[in-house]
C-alpha cells in the first residue's frame, strides 16, 4: 500500500477515535488519549518476532516509557495543558514511526508506519485544535 493511502487511512481513524473520545468522555478525554498514545507505543515491542536484545527493541521500550512517563505528566496538569502535553506525544510518535527502523526481527507490516502517523498526527491536531 501506498505511504500517502497509507496515511489518510490512519488519519481518518484517528479522527474518529477523538470524535468517539470526545463524545464519550469529554471531562476525560487527554487521559483516554494519553492512555491510548501508550498502547500505540507497545505495538512496537509487542510486534517483535524474538525478545532478543537489539538496537530497535532498545529504541522500542525507550518509546514506551517515555509515552508513560508523558500520560503521567498529563494527569498532573489542568485540562489545556494535558490536550497540550498528550498532543505532543502523538506529534513525537509520528516522528518515531517515520525514522525508527524496526529491523528483521519485526512483524510490523511495511504500511504500518505511515498509517501510524497520519492517525498520530490527526490526533494531535484536534488535540490542539477542538
Not at 19 to 46: D, N, Q, S
Not at 66 to 85: C, D, I, K, Q, Y
Not at 94 to 110: L, Y
Amino acid at each position: 500500500m501506498d505511504n500517502a493511502v497509507s496515511a489518510a487511512i490512519g488519519a481518518v481513524a484517528g479522527i474518529g477515535t477523538d470524535v468517539f473520545t470526545e463524545r464519550l468522555a469529554p471531562k476525560h478525554r487527554a487521559m483516554a488519549l494519553a492512555g491510548g498514545l501508550v498502547v500505540a507505543a507497545a505495538i512496537y515491542p509487542l510486534a517483535r518476532k524474538e525478545r532478543q536484545p537489539s538496537a530497535p527493541l532498545a529504541r522500542e521500550i525507550v518509546g514506551l516509557v517515555a509515552a508513560g512517563a508523558l500520560a503521567s505528566l498529563a494527569a498532573r496538569e489542568t485540562p489545556t495543558n494535558a490536550r497540550n502535553v498528550v498532543a505532543a506525544g502523538w506529534a513525537a510518535h509520528a516522528v518515531f514511526d517515520m525514522v525508527h527502523d524496526s529491523g528483521e526481527g519485526s512483524r510490523i507490516p511495511s504500511w504500518y508506519p505511515a498509517m501510524c502517523a497520519g492517525y498520530d498526527l490527526a490526533v494531535a491536531g484536534r488535540l490542539v485544535t477542538a
